[in-house]
């Protein structure tokens, strides 16, 4: 059974980086019928997409997050990671990494970590 | 506002059938096979519930359908129970730019009564 795990600052300053880590156990990242994925959940609010990571390392981000994120995967640590730059309280969520089914495209989210807050406040 | 549009909370009491509805294009829902649904307790995360509009994964309960007609994906859900209380989300890839490549619904709230 597949295990993602999340880790990473739980509090960022705004203006600042907000850097996190998916590691994943129980299977390999370099598997090529998945991509690597992170969605947030502002407090109260639904699930955003921000992007995810093919193990090319093809990457494919939320347009309306594009500017600020970048997604890179360290496959010696079977791990992949997160940065979202410039941050807002706005940025302030519960962060999800997942594993999505592909076939040329994303299928469906089939694996997920427990979620992390981060909290943007000065 | 999301881009797959879900009705924001429906009811339903123990035993009885609720569906939930995800609207969204011919760029999206329409157009592709790739809808997925999700149901998230307080404080978990989302567990994958159906994909590829209408398929089961190993361990969910046949309680558990979905359908897709044109633009609109419905969720099904039979013989209501309390554990079924939960919110869910519908997903689809899209091939449109301006959205990138994953949609989500706005999400569902189901109360059973």
């Known amino acids: 059974q597949l295990q993602l795990q999340e880790s990473g600052s739980g509090l960022v300053k705004p203006s600042q980086t907000l850097s996190l880590t998916c590691a994943v156990s129980?299977?390999?990242?370099?598997?090529?019928?998945?991509?690597w994925s992170w969605i947030r959940q502002p407090p109260g609010k639904g699930l955003e997409w921000i992007g995810y990571?093919?193990?090319?390392?093809?990457?494919y981000y939320n347009p309306s997050l594009k500017s600020r994120v970048t997604i890179s995967v360290d496959r010696s640590q079977n791990q992949f990671s997160l940065k979202l730059s410039s941050v807002t309280a706005a940025d302030t969520a519960v962060y999800f990494c997942?594993?999505?089914?592909?076939?040329?495209?994303?299928?469906?989210?089939?694996?997920w970590g427990q979620g992390t807050l981060v909290t943007v406040s000065s | 506002q999301s881009a797959l549009t879900q009705p924001a909370s429906v009811s339903g009491s123990p035993g009885q059938s609720i569906t939930i509805s995800c609207t969204g294009t011919?760029?999206?829902?329409?157009?592709?096979?790739?809808v997925s649904w999700y149901q998230q307790h307080p404080g978990k995360a989302p567990k994958l519930m159906i994909y590829?509009?209408?398929n089961r994964p190993s361990g969910v309960s046949n309680r558990f359908s979905g359908s897709k007609s044109g633009n609109t994906a419905s969720l099904t859900i039979s013989g209501l129970q309390a554990e079924d209380e939960a919110d869910y989300y519908c997903?689809?890839?899209?091939?449109?730019?301006?959205?990138?490549?994953?949609?989500f619904g706005g999400g569902t709230k189901l109360t059973v009564l």
């Open positions: 011919s760029s999206d829902v329409g157009g592709y096979n790739y």
């Open positions: 129980d299977g390999s990242i370099s598997n090529g019928g998945y991509s």
């Open positions: 990571i093919y193990h090319s390392g093809s990457t």
């Open positions: 590829d509009v209408s």
């Open positions: 997903n689809s890839y899209t091939n449109s730019d301006t959205l990138g490549g994953v949609l």
């Open positions: 997942a594993r999505a089914v592909v076939q040329g495209v994303p299928r469906a989210f089939d694996s």
